[in-house]
């Protein structure tokens, strides 16, 4: 074995660890690399930091490749390691699934590629266990033994109410069309580089073994996301590759579905409102596959508030009228989940959006009041995104670990603040 073949990977660990959006010292160390073995790495041959380049996933290199290469990102460069990374989660699912790789390794390596988005769904799973709303939510089973973990995530905020991740002033909403492209690009590199190939890959990670929950003492790495309390603390805290999906995947799809959206790249989301089916028809998959269903309820509240008639005909058409009820003389009526569309968007102010909706899908149910938080989770797949009747999409981020550098940060909505912690709130 060459030395470089221990020195790459070694270096290119230690970058990542440090390029992670959660590590407080980031900016710092990226921006102003002082540091001696900084120095001595930018000063390495140009092959050796071309191959530790290469062996950096796109959240680091993104970050990365401005200090040790003078140049870039690359898109190409970050599409050739999102494709890797896809590839190599589905090689090794198929070639045995969890016989022959442990889940806990498959996690550490999403908390590396999404950083950003795997802390979401770190967060909302406590959230939701310390309301006791897990379930409720969620077509996966997060946790066994309820009672230990409920009380044992009590005892950890009690234990650490003065940590940063506790206080709801430290959690915003950012505006994701006004983060600049360098920064965009930084914070979400899939879907800066999403292509309809991608989208279908992350959708197809929900027919994947995902929800058998690692063994006791696994080693998952917490670490990674830097969340400064220890998560095992927490008695049968069992966190699953569907815990990720249901959260974390779900907003890589959201976020790179608006992105599509927001620079007129209808070719692509035309792509994928035409998808191929995985099941007997388009609706059965809508009705089985959370990712695809809240994805394509993300493009459709889009759509509606923009009032694209093209583009909600065309997801209407395809997976929703397929089930739809027939009355009279061949009138369609909406379905349930079209109604539960409707209502959702009443509950999160977008009136006329749900109005001209109503109208166009002829529907003439009596609406039924919806909690906003509940349906930002059922109808996005998560509380932390938001879309606004101007058609704005707001990404909630926690303000510690993440900066979008000239963006406009709102506040979270003063009748929610996230339902997060409780009387430990500040």
Same mark, same amino acid.
Request: aromatic share 12%.
């Given at each position: $074995?060459?030395?470089?073949?221990?020195?790459?990977? *070694?270096?290119?660990?230690?970058?990542?660890?440090?390029?992670?959006?959660?590590?407080?010292?980031?900016?710092?160390?990226?921006?102003?690399?002082?540091?001696?073995?900084?120095?001595?790495? %930018?000063?390495?041959?140009?092959?050796?930091?071309?191959? %530790?380049?290469?062996?950096?996933?796109?959240?680091?290199?993104?970050?990365?490749? =401005?200090?040790?290469?003078?140049?870039?990102?690359?898109?190409?460069?970050?599409?050739?390691?999102?494709?890797?990374?896809?590839?190599?989660?589905?090689?090794?699912?198929?070639?045995?699934?969890?016989?022959?790789?442990?889940?806990?390794?498959?996690?550490?390596?999403?908390?590396?590629?999404?950083?950003? &988005?795997?802390?979401?769904?770190?967060?909302?799973?406590?959230?939701?266990?310390?309301?006791?709303?897990?379930?409720?939510?969620?077509?996966?089973?997060?946790?066994?033994?309820?009672?230990?973990?409920?009380?044992? %995530?009590?005892?950890?905020? /009690?234990?650490?109410?003065?940590?940063?991740?506790?206080?709801?002033?430290?959690?915003?909403?950012?505006?994701?069309?006004?983060? =600049?492209? $360098?920064?965009? $690009?930084?914070?979400?590199?899939?879907? !800066?580089?999403?292509?309809?190939?991608?989208?279908?890959?992350?959708?197809?990670?929900?027919?994947?073994?995902?929800?058998?929950?690692?063994? =006791?003492?696994?080693?998952?790495?917490?670490? *990674?996301?830097?969340?400064?309390?220890?998560?095992?603390?927490?008695?049968?805290?069992?966190?699953?590759?569907?815990?990720?999906?249901?959260?974390?995947?779900?907003?890589?799809?959201?976020?790179? %579905?608006?992105?599509?959206?927001?620079?007129?790249?209808?070719?692509?989301?035309?792509?994928?409102?035409?998808?191929? !089916?995985?099941?007997?028809? =388009?609706?059965?998959?809508?009705?089985?596959?959370?990712?695809? /269903?809240?994805?394509?309820?993300?493009?459709?509240?889009?759509?509606?508030?923009?009032?694209?008639? &093209?583009?909600?005909?065309?997801?209407?058409? /395809?997976?929703?009228?397929?089930?739809?009820? !027939?009355?009279? &003389?061949?009138?369609?009526?909406?379905?349930?989940?079209?109604? $539960?569309?409707?209502?959702?968007?009443?509950?999160?102010?977008?009136?006329?959006?749900?109005?001209?909706? /109503?109208?166009?899908?002829?529907?003439?149910?009596?609406? &039924? !009041?919806?909690?906003?938080?509940?349906?930002?989770?059922?109808?996005?797949?998560?509380?932390?995104?938001?879309?606004?009747?101007?058609?704005?999409?707001?990404?909630?981020?926690?303000?510690?670990?993440?900066?979008?550098?000239?963006?406009?940060?709102?506040?979270?909505?003063?009748?929610?603040?996230?339902?997060?912690?409780?009387?430990?709130?500040?």
């Amino acid at each position: $074995m060459h030395l470089k073949d221990l020195l790459c990977p *070694l270096v290119a660990s230690k970058l990542t660890a440090f390029s992670s959006p959660q590590n407080p010292a980031r900016q710092t160390i990226i921006d102003d690399p002082g540091t001696k073995w900084i120095d001595s790495t %930018i000063f390495l041959s140009p092959l050796l930091i071309n191959d %530790i380049v290469q062996q950096l996933p796109a959240s680091s290199y993104v970050w990365w490749a =401005p200090v040790l290469q003078g140049a870039g990102p690359y898109s190409a460069e970050i599409s050739n390691k999102v494709n890797r990374f896809l590839n190599r989660h589905f090689n090794l699912l198929d070639s045995g699934g969890y016989d022959n790789v442990p889940p806990e390794e498959l996690i550490n390596g999403w908390f590396t590629q999404i950083p950003l &988005e795997s802390t979401y769904a770190v967060v909302e799973m406590m959230a939701d266990m310390y309301h006791g709303s897990v379930n409720i939510y969620y077509e996966t089973s997060f946790l066994s033994s309820w009672s230990k973990t409920y009380d044992s %995530i009590h005892a950890l905020v /009690r234990g650490n109410r003065e940590n940063p991740l506790f206080v709801d002033t430290n959690w915003k909403y950012v505006e994701l069309a006004s983060i =600049p492209a $360098m920064d965009f $690009m930084r914070q979400f590199p899939i879907a !800066q580089v999403a292509t309809y190939e991608v989208l279908e890959r992350l959708i197809k990670l929900q027919k994947t073994p995902s929800h058998t929950e690692p063994p =006791p003492g696994s080693l998952i790495n917490y670490d *990674l996301l830097h969340l400064g309390i220890n998560l095992g603390e927490l008695q049968d805290f069992k966190f699953t590759l569907g815990a990720l999906q249901w959260i974390g995947v779900q907003i890589i799809l959201n976020v790179a %579905i608006w992105h599509l959206y927001h620079t007129g790249n209808k070719a692509v989301l035309q792509q994928f409102v035409n998808m191929p !089916q995985f099941l007997a028809t =388009p609706n059965q998959d809508y009705q089985q596959f959370a990712l695809l /269903r809240r994805s394509l309820n993300f493009l459709l509240t889009l759509a509606t508030v923009k009032q694209d008639i &093209e583009l909600i005909q065309a997801i209407t058409q /395809r997976w929703l009228w397929t089930a739809a009820l !027939q009355s009279g &003389e061949g009138e369609i009526r909406p379905t349930y989940n079209q109604e $539960m569309v409707i209502d959702c968007l009443y509950a999160n102010g977008l009136d006329k959006s749900a109005d001209y909706l /109503r109208n166009l899908w002829n529907a003439n149910h009596q609406t &039924e !009041q919806m909690d906003a938080t509940f349906c930002a989770k059922v109808n996005f797949g998560s509380r932390w995104l938001r879309v606004t009747p101007n058609g704005s999409v707001l990404l909630g981020h926690f303000v510690p670990h993440f900066s979008f550098n000239g963006s406009v940060v709102s506040g979270i909505p003063e009748n929610e603040k996230l339902q997060k912690w409780g009387k430990y709130n500040s």
